[in-house]
């Protein structure tokens, strides 16, 4: 009781508090913060600014605007700074902890509200430094968002760079397989053969179907043997499209797959 009463100095706090949000995300209705919801909130966010408030960069940072050594010298000669209390050293590092523990931030888990409290011997210095390490922190976060964007657009621009490089191959691979199979389009023109061979047996059915009418009523009519020639040669048209059809399913086969990835490239470009 003696020391607080005859020795102690007294402490004044200043508090201030602010919050992040997320990228692209509206500040949060009166709802969501009476509920104390986040509201867009980033808790991931206040930490990483609080282990910044009390990182030695913004210490020093501070301290370049404020003299914190002689500000915190005042007081009662156990708890100020170089006092009793840090066996009187006085030093960057001394001082360094000294300011951690007469800054303190906490982190709302469910409103990622950063909360500041600075502890000082005067009420105008806690709430200079408050503004301070307020404005500090405001600039850390400006300049973390600019360096997010720009390595975003980093990013975009080289893996632009890697899907046209990509594109290039792709149209490269189509334009060696074509010319090793001599087909523009296998795919197309196997739906093609597959036209004309239906167009062929639809002409052989109906030829058939004369074929036996007319054989049944004029046996000995020389039409036939003209309508039997005729048969034989779209029987054969037929055969030699079937055959065709194994060699162009396996072009189509190795065709399909780089069309594919030149289209999905192509889609991504855009």
């Given amino acids: 009781m003696f020391f607080y009463i005859f020795i102690a100095s007294p402490i004044y706090v200043s508090t201030a508090s602010l919050k992040v949000y997320k990228a692209n995300h509206s500040p949060p209705s009166l709802v969501s913060m009476l509920s104390g919801s986040s509201g867009g ?21 501070a301290n370049q605007k404020i003299n914190l050594a002689a500000a915190w010298s005042k007081g009662d000669f156990i708890f100020r700074y170089g006092g009793l209390i840090d066996l009187l050293r006085r030093n960057d590092v001394a001082l360094w902890h000294y300011y951690q523990n007469h800054i303190r931030v906490s982190v709302s888990e469910n409103s990622g509200i950063v909360s500041i409290r600075v502890l000082g011997p005067s009420s105008a210095f806690a709430s200079r430094l408050g503004n301070q390490i307020l404005k500090d922190s405001i600039a850390h976060i400006d300049q973390m968002n600019h360096q997010e964007e720009q390595d975003y657009m980093a990013r975009a621009l080289r893996q632009k760079h890697e899907v046209q490089s990509q594109l290039n191959h792709d149209e490269a691979a189509l334009s060696q397989y074509r010319a090793k199979i001599g ?38 009519n020389p039409v036939n043997r003209n309508m039997r020639a005729a048969i034989k040669v779209i029987t054969t048209k037929i055969e030699n499209a079937q055959k065709s059809f194994s060699k162009l399913s396996r072009d189509a086969a190795g065709y399909d797959p780089l069309v594919t990835a030149r289209t999905n490239d192509t889609f991504m470009l855009r």
Avoid: C, H
Wanted: charged content about 25%.
């Fill in 183 to 220: 087909i523009y389009d296998p795919k197309l023109l196997y739906a093609s053969q597959l036209t004309f061979l239906e167009a062929l047996k639809e002409q052989k059915a109906k030829l058939e179907a004369q074929y036996d009418t007319m054989a049944n009523a004029t046996p000995n």
């Fill in 41 to 61: 909130g980033s808790t991931n966010a206040g930490r990483v600014l609080k282990k910044y408030i009390l990182s030695w960069t913004e210490y020093q940072e």
